[in-house]
């Protein structure tokens, strides 16, 4: 374990709870690989002492922060300034400090984009249908539409949908008892709900509908192989697993950070999916 000097870097990430979170054991390896004089630490803060603490931290020299549940829209609201990612998905998940000011953005699009390329999945092949309407897909649809990707959503909650819909111009919605029918106008399924995780009900979806050469992602990673992708791969369809997006979505925090670009590659998936076993 590296020793700490007094000029080392530090991050972080804020939730309430955040133990469940494995973004330590991640930026831990890559600051150990790199040798780096820093760390990244768990940091449970409470909501309602959220904008206070934030500041704290920056006036403490910490270089940024992680945002997880329940803090993605508090941390919206406390940044001095937003970039385009953020300001689409109504949410942050990465905080830069730097000269007094507090920058937000929000990589989750931009890690899930990622995770599939990296699995040989072409996110612009042909229309998407994702299925949830929470804070996942309002990250992950700007991204698909700038890609100039038709997208469509069917969520549990019809309303929450239009919500969406009328929030992010372009979107369709489907009802959600019409999701199966709808496979097979798709490309790529993908399931933003918690639908399929440990200790939760499986999606139920009739994959034989989906169109031939059809992708499933899942950003669930706890199972890595949730119900959804064995049902995907049962049916001869291409699957991409939750981790990967994790593992992305961290790179350019960890960048802006610590100023090394780290690489997503598969001793660094071994490693953190071994803590999820």
Not at 67 to 77: C, D, G, L, M, S
Not at 102 to 131: E, K, M, Q, Y
Not at 164 to 186: I, N, Q
Not at 235 to 240: I, K, P, Q
Request: aromatic share 6%; hydrophobic share 50%; net charge neutral.
């Amino acid at each position: 374990m590296p020793i700490l000097s007094g000029h080392a870097r530090l991050a972080g990430i804020v939730g309430w709870p955040v133990s469940h979170s494995r973004s330590p054991r991640l930026h831990g390896f890559w600051l150990e690989r790199h040798k780096i004089d820093g760390a990244y630490v768990p940091l449970p803060i409470r909501p309602a002492d959220f904008p206070a603490a934030i500041r704290g931290l920056m006036l403490s020299g910490f270089a940024g922060t992680n945002i997880t549940i329940p803090n993605k829209i508090a941390a919206f609201e406390v940044c001095d300034i937003v970039d385009e990612s953020a300001r689409k998905a109504g949410a942050v998940n990465t905080l830069v400090f730097k000269d007094g000011k507090i920058s937000g953005s929000n990589t989750d699009g931009w890690g899930f984009l990622a995770n599939l390329r990296a699995n040989a999945v072409d996110p612009a092949a042909g229309p998407a249908l994702l299925l949830g309407a929470g804070g996942s897909a309002r990250a992950i649809v700007p991204v698909l539409q700038a890609l100039g990707v038709r997208v469509t959503v069917a969520n549990r909650t019809r309303d929450r949908a239009d919500a969406l819909a009328k929030d992010l111009p372009g979107l369709a919605v489907v009802d959600w008892d019409r999701r199966s029918d709808a496979l097979a106008d798709h490309a790529l399924l993908v399931n933003t709900t918690s639908l399929g995780m440990h200790g939760q009900n499986p999606v139920e979806i009739d994959l034989s509908r989906a169109a031939k050469g059809a992708a499933v992602s899942d950003i669930v990673y706890v199972p890595l192989e949730t119900p959804l992708l064995a049902d995907a791969r049962a049916h001869g369809l291409r699957t991409v697993e939750g981790l990967g997006m994790l593992l992305h979505q961290a790179v350019p925090g960890f960048a802006a950070w610590f100023g090394v670009e780290p690489v997503v590659d598969e001793d660094l998936r071994r490693f953190v999916a071994a803590d999820l076993l």
